[in-house]
């Protein structure tokens, strides 16, 4: 009888904010699977636990799926984890989940920290309905498209930045959705934790630190009608539309269509 795939959270900072049943299945696994094996042997020492770990990381998940998958249908039980938080959100292990569910194998969560979920549980802004946008795109032409995707988000958007780029990024929303309420989380539940409530403007010379990780939350709302009526303006399609933005900003214009379809399909998908 094969195994089962635990998708184990762990905590994002505090090493006490892990569940009960989480550490009982680190416990009874015959193995962990983690993006660094240093880090979490680090939480495994001190809850006294002695389960051995492998590595699975974004560079050799591909080669070491085939491996785990093989001990999972010979019984072995395994439990996934990432360096903090849920695993696969903004983490690697989606590759294992989904060669495990093709083999047939059972894939369970154990439900536990997430950054983007603290970060908006605090934030004040409207959390009945929200998108999760991962981290921006690194090379300049990928990043305009993300932040334009951003700007005609419905609602909450929540998202995560290295601490290198958060000033930047925040410039450039700035730019081009203007000043809006934005709370900012640095080094939740560690204890240099930081919480930053403002419009972008003021958020940006409150932060006491560029260092530690980031997560963002920003109320989008509504672009206003007259805003969106001068968008529209003299434009016969919506594929015209696309067609003028994307020469605007230097990229083909199905490329653009395409991150736009996207935002259609994600508009419906909420963690």
Known sequence: MPGTLFVVATPIGNLDDITLRALRVLRDVTIIAAEDTRRT???????????????????????????????????????LVSDAGTPTVSDPGVGLIRAALDAGVRVEPIPGPNAAIAALSVSGLPTESFTFLG???????????????????????????SPHRIKATLGDL??????????????LTKINEELVRGPISTVISRLSSERGEFTVVIE????????????????????????????????????????VEQLRNRSNNRI
């Open 135 to 161: 981290f921006p795109p690194t090379r300049p032409k990928a990043r305009q498209l993300w932040l334009h995707e951003l700007a005609s988000v419905p609602g909450t958007a929540v998202f995560y930045e």
């Open 220 to 259: 989008i709302g509504h672009r206003p009608e007259n805003e969106l009526a001068n968008a529209t303006r003299s434009v016969d399609s919506r594929r015209e539309t696309i067609a003028s933005l994307a020469k605007h900003l230097g990229v083909s214009a199905n490329e653009l269509y395409r991150v």
């Open 174 to 187: 700035t730019n081009i959705i203007g000043d809006r309420t934005i709370v900012i989380g640095r080094e």
């Open 41 to 79: 042997a680090h939480l495994l020492a001190r809850h006294a636990i002695a389960t051995p770990t492998t590595s699975l990381h974004e560079h050799n998940e591909t080669k070491k799926t085939g491996a785990i998958v093989a001990r999972l249908l010979a019984g072995d039980s395994v439990a």
